[in-house]
């Protein structure tokens, strides 16, 4: 177990790492209305990789619990939904990106970053497989490789390019790499789909009736993180838009902690809990919502205090203003710790449609009042409101989850 808690943590700290060091060196060599539409273009292909993946991953991980290896007979459909889901993305994107962006710069950066879409999903699948089998040594290769992979191919660029690559050249090394995440997709699972005996095929429409539940929660809560900084650069500016991805960027990899704990390492023990031992479920679940807090809590105040002298240095000072975003979002840390330990708990089939009516409800309050709030009182007002709805996700989650005690009982 530790050892696998070790690798999880390797693979997750070497993500988040090459991450930031990635957006820090996208941020010194552009300016930030460039920085801004790049920020903007990668967090609307994130969510449209969620709505590729529908919750095929998660779906894919609780069918193993159940099945074991007769888990393969879904592959071909795995490797036919992803494909057939990013092609309509990438055709809605085009369609939507030429009708209603006015921003030149912002449709050729999403056009470009198309692949990432296909790439992204392929990640999370892969990485699934490995987590249902806890081969943890190529979950963190699975997870580390892409972004290690983007991180070299930008800074050769720079070097090859002696430092007059624009946005859209260092764009096409996302492009690149998604390509080929995505084609050791395809060949791991067609091998796996083969070898497995009496491996019955599904269809498209079978994965897609058991997944999307999964699916729609996972993209709420992209939505919920990262939307805001749509928003940002479509209510304020670009420019503000990069200053809140800056503030974004860095508490994602403070939050990254709690979502590799529960999502790559805790969620297949989880799935064996809930069929074998839910009392015990239930234990953890107390435990682990004290240590999430006390977690939080140091994160926030370690963020509050460190945050003007970090972003000043790391990000430039024609940053400045994403340090005081970042004091804010800072605030929400204990609840989104906790958040991530009670949503874990909420893993069925029938928990994971409450959780789409706690997220949707949410996140649509959330989008609603911050688009308002970026209108009217510019982008600290859209920061403040990022800090109440994760207070009220809380609340949510854990009334959901005495609801749900209580109906057992």
Excluded at 283 to 302: E, N, P, W
């Amino acid at each position: 177990m530790l050892r696998g808690v070790a690798l999880l943590w390797a693979g997750s700290l070497t993500t988040a790492a090459c991450t930031l060091a990635t957006q820090i060196f996208l941020a010194r060599q552009v300016t930030p209305m460039e920085f801004g539409a790049f920020s903007t273009a990668i967090t609307i292909a994130s969510i449209l990789a969620v709505c590729t993946n529908m919750g095929i991953s998660q779906f894919w991980m609780s069918f193993y619990a159940k099945a074991g290896n007769q888990s393969n007979s879904w592959n071909k459909a795995i490797i036919r939904l992803t494909g057939t889901n990013f092609a309509l993305l990438f055709i809605a994107t085009l369609l939507i990106s030429k009708f209603t962006t006015q921003n030149t710069s912002l449709t050729t950066l999403l056009l470009i970053l198309s692949p990432h879409i296909l790439g992204q999903a392929a990640v999370e699948i892969v990485s699934a497989r490995y987590q249902s089998t806890y081969e943890y040594k190529k979950v963190f290769l699975t997870m580390a490789t892409p972004h290690v992979a983007r991180l070299i191919a930008i800074t050769a660029l720079y070097f090859i390019s002696s430092g007059v690559a624009d946005i859209n050249d260092y764009a096409l090394t996302y492009a690149v790499t998604a390509i080929s995440a995505y084609s050791i997709l395809v060949i791991k699972l067609s091998k796996a789909h083969t070898k497995t005996k009496k491996s019955k095929t599904r269809s498209i429409a079978q994965l897609l009736r058991r997944s999307w539940p999964f699916g729609v929660v996972i993209l709420l809560n992209q939505i919920y993180f990262q939307g805001n900084i749509i928003i940002a650069g479509t209510t304020v500016s670009l420019e503000n838009a990069g200053n809140y991805a800056i503030a974004t960027s860095i508490m994602s990899a403070i939050y990254m902690f709690p979502s590799i704990f529960y999502q790559k390492f805790m969620l297949p023990k989880l799935y064996h809990l809930r069929l074998k031992s839910p009392e015990k479920l239930e234990s953890i679940y107390k435990q682990h919502i004290t240590v999430m807090l006390t977690l939080g809590s140091a994160c926030t105040v370690i963020t509050f205090i460190l945050a003007s002298w970090a972003v000043g240095i790391i990000f430039g000072e024609k940053y400045s203003h994403a340090a005081a975003i970042l004091s804010t979002l800072s605030l929400a840390a204990p609840f989104q710790f906790m958040s991530s330990a009670a949503s874990s708990n909420l893993i069925s089939h029938k928990e994971s449609k409450i959780k789409i009516k706690i997220l949707a409800t949410i996140t649509a309050a959330n989008f609603s009042v911050s688009y308002a709030a970026g209108t009217f009182y510019g982008i600290d007002a859209i920061a403040w409101v990022a800090v109440c709805s994760a207070i009220i996700l809380q609340i949510a989650y854990s009334q959901a989850i005495r609801a749900v005690k209580n109906e057992k009982a």
